[in-house]
């Protein structure tokens, strides 16, 4: 069976709602997967085990992107997930009464989550992408009776769906509550199941470096979670200053898991960081450049139309004095041409604008 067989008959063998994640599954655990590697079977659970660490993100424009992913960390995620399970187990049996997953599809596991999310008392009924213009109607204070008052939050949980995206599920919560120890765990149960569910998830994440969603489907249905070795995301946030220039910041993060990093899987993530900021050839800035950007600005530059030729001018004799021969600008152009590079480099370094 070659690789394309392999995969059709993982795909057919695959849950419909989980046939979006196959090619990308294969892609990714590649070493695991290859047709004299695994059965059908097991790429299978692979396919269920990874839609958690797939899933993109759904919602605003400025939503984290994910770059390429790096390779399935499989024995770290084992050992990881056999040290977690008595504790997983335990969320199954406040929340559900059984050791056992009570779900075997994502289908049916969001189907509870919706149910639970209408069905508590807290959770606000609000669109998932409008949250920028509702959110301050979603933090209130509300009166517990004595003593004092309360804080709720609005919050949401995150579950892979069949459409490759994110599917996220309101909930009220309390502020969110932290344990360090099993004796303060008690203490900190929150309003309702799936409030109790965000909570312990999100802390397994912190202990473990496994993705919420992906702790969520391992205490509904049983998919042991995915360790990646790292994993990369960009933002890119719009901000309007008070001249009315849009600006859009962009920003990459590197998450690091694996101690043994090679040094390919630095470049590829290296690499993917470029791509996203559009960064296509290094240019190592220098004190020239920091004295032209600022000799510019400070003449009140750079100015347009009637009065350029003799700015540029000016800025061209003022950066020639002191210069070697072979070095002079030779033209008013050439300092104008220098500042113009230059900032494009920089609005592509740190700025994207549209």
């Known amino acids: ?25 294969l892609k990714l655990a590649d070493e695991l997967l290859r047709p004299e590697r695994a059965n059908v079977s097991k790429a299978v659970g692979f396919v269920a085990r990874m839609a958690s660490n797939l899933a993109k993100p759904e919602g ?25 399970e008595p504790w997983v187990i335990t969320v199954r049996q406040e929340v559900f009464g059984s ?4 779900f075997s599809t994502l289908h049916e596991a969001g189907e509870w989550m919706e149910r639970q999310s209408k069905q508590d008392e807290h959770t606000v009924d609000f669109d998932f992408q409008a949250y920028r213009e509702t959110l301050p109607q979603l933090m209130r204070i509300t009166k517990r009776g004595s003593p004092g008052a309360r804080i709720e939050y609005y919050r949401w949980i995150r579950y892979p769906a069949a459409n490759g995206k994110m599917k996220h599920v309101s909930f009220g ?15 900190a149960r929150g309003f309702s199941p799936l409030s109790w569910l965000g909570n312990e998830t999100r802390i397994m994440e912190r202990a473990t470096g496994f993705k919420q969603p992906s702790l969520l489907m391992f205490i ?12 990369a995301k960009a933002t890119v946030v719009p901000q309007e200053l008070p001249t009315g220039e849009q600006l859009w910041t962009q920003t990459v993060h ?22 996203f900021l559009r960064i296509r050839k290094a240019t190592k800035r220098n004190p020239e450049h ?5 000799l ?20 061209q004799d003022e950066l020639n004095r002191g210069r070697e021969s072979h070095r002079k600008y030779r033209t008013w152009r050439g300092p104008r041409n220098a500042y113009n590079r230059l900032v494009k480099n920089l609005e592509d370094s740190a700025l994207k604008i549209p």
């Open 1 to 25: 069976m070659n690789k394309n067989e392999f995969a059709d008959a993982v795909s057919d063998s695959c849950p419909r709602d989980l046939k979006v994640y196959v090619e990308d599954t």
């Open 290 to 294: 920091a004295q032209l950007y600022r």
């Open 254 to 275: 590197l998450k690091i898991r694996a101690g043994d990093l090679s040094q390919a899987e630095l470049t590829d993530a290296y690499h993917s960081a470029r791509h």
């Open 296 to 315: 510019v600005r400070e003449r009140g530059g750079p100015i347009k139309g009637v009065g350029a030729m003799s700015f540029w001018q000016s800025i």
């Open 173 to 187: 919560a309390p502020y969110p509550q932290d344990w360090s120890v099993h004796q303060m765990r008690e203490s």
């Open 99 to 102: 050791d056992d997953a009570s």
């Open 60 to 84: 605003e424009a400025n939503n984290p992107t994910w770059l390429p992913l790096g390779a399935v960390d499989d024995l770290t995620s084992e050992y990881l997930s056999d040290k977690i």
């Open 220 to 231: 509904l249905a049983g998919w042991k979670p995915l360790l990646l070795r790292y994993e």
